[in-house]
Each structure stands twice: as structure tokens, then as C-alpha cells.
């Protein structure tokens, strides 16, 4: 599932342009992308996105946008509150591809990855470059998170 994190949208102001973008990237790596929310900057919209998708039992949820400095940047405090689990390293290897990459916004990004339940849930920056390099990171990370999950990984 995309969680797409954008007032503009919300209100028909702007045309979502990075959510088809994550599922084509998405479809590429071999998942299947049941959907796409679009939500509010309010941490309530956010949480009930990410909810939806853990109680839906999704392998992954990935959200796009709202993880920069702003007042209404609050995507990281809306998934610490369903994450079980953090997974640092993976967040700042997100951070340091897109900075490296030129993608500003990535860089300064405080999205976090962690566990809720069974799903792995990831927070990108809002841009293009950002979601292509953090999904380019992503794509060989996510599967060994998900067989670990689901009790398939080898040791």
C-alpha cells in the first residue's frame, strides 16, 4: 500500500504525481500494490492510513511526503505511534543514498522504517528523486525484512 501524505492533494489543489510513481517502482521490484490513500498532514489522517494497511495485512506500506522540518511535516511522529519496532539503519541508509544522490529533501528526511505487527512500514521524502533513490535502496532491503517477518529467511 502507498500512503501518499499531502494537503494539496487532499484538497484537489494539486495533481498526485508520486504515488503512481512508488507503485510502478513498487510493480517493478514484484510486489503487488493494492491501493493508494492519500492523506492529510494530521497525524490522525496518517496513523488511520497506516492502521488500515497493518490491519489489512500488507507486507509493506509506503509513505511519501510530510517527513521534512515543518509545522505540518509529521508523518515520523504519526507512524512511531503504530511502529512496534524501529529500523534505524535502514532509515539512514535511505537518508544517505538520497543525500548522496543530490536529493536534498531525502537527506534531511526524519522518516523513519520499523515493524508494526507484520507489515514493514517506510517514511520517503515527497520528491521524485527521492522516491526513485529511496526506493532504488529499498528494493534490495524489503524482501529479507519480509521473509524475516513471515519466518522464511535462512540463517
Known amino acids: 500500500m502507498v500512503v501518499i501524505v499531502d494537503d494539496r492533494v487532499t484538497h484537489s489543489e494539486h495533481e498526485d504525481t508520486t504515488g503512481p510513481l512508488v507503485t510502478e517502482l513498487l510493480e517493478e521490484a514484484g510486489f503487488i500494490v493494492d491501493g493508494t490513500v492519500v492523506a492529510s498532514g494530521e497525524t490522525v489522517d496518517i496513523r488511520n492510513a497506516?492502521?488500515?494497511a497493518v490491519i489489512g495485512g500488507v507486507d509493506l506500506v509506503v509513505t511519501v511526503g510530510g517527513t521534512g522540518v515543518s509545522p505540518r511535516d509529521v508523518t515520523p511522529e504519526a507512524t512511531l505511534g503504530v511502529l512496534d519496532q524501529q529500523i534505524p539503519g535502514i532509515a539512514e541508509a535511505i537518508r544517505s543514498s538520497g543525500l548522496a544522490?543530490?536529493?536534498?529533501?531525502?537527506g534531511v528526511s526524519r522518516g523513519l522504517v520499523g515493524i508494526s505487527g507484520s507489515t514493514l512500514v517506510v517514511n520517503l521524502a515527497r520528491s521524485r528523486m527521492a522516491v526513485r533513490d529511496g526506493?532504488?535502496?529499498?528494493?534490495?532491503?524489503?524482501?529479507?525484512?519480509?521473509?524475516?517477518?513471515?519466518?522464511?529467511?535462512?540463517?
Open 50 to 52: 497506516l492502521n488500515t
Open 101 to 106: 544522490a543530490g536529493a536534498v529533501d531525502a
Open 135 to 155: 526506493m532504488a535502496t529499498l528494493s534490495a532491503l524489503v524482501p529479507h525484512v519480509i521473509e524475516e517477518l513471515s519466518g522464511l529467511a535462512q540463517n
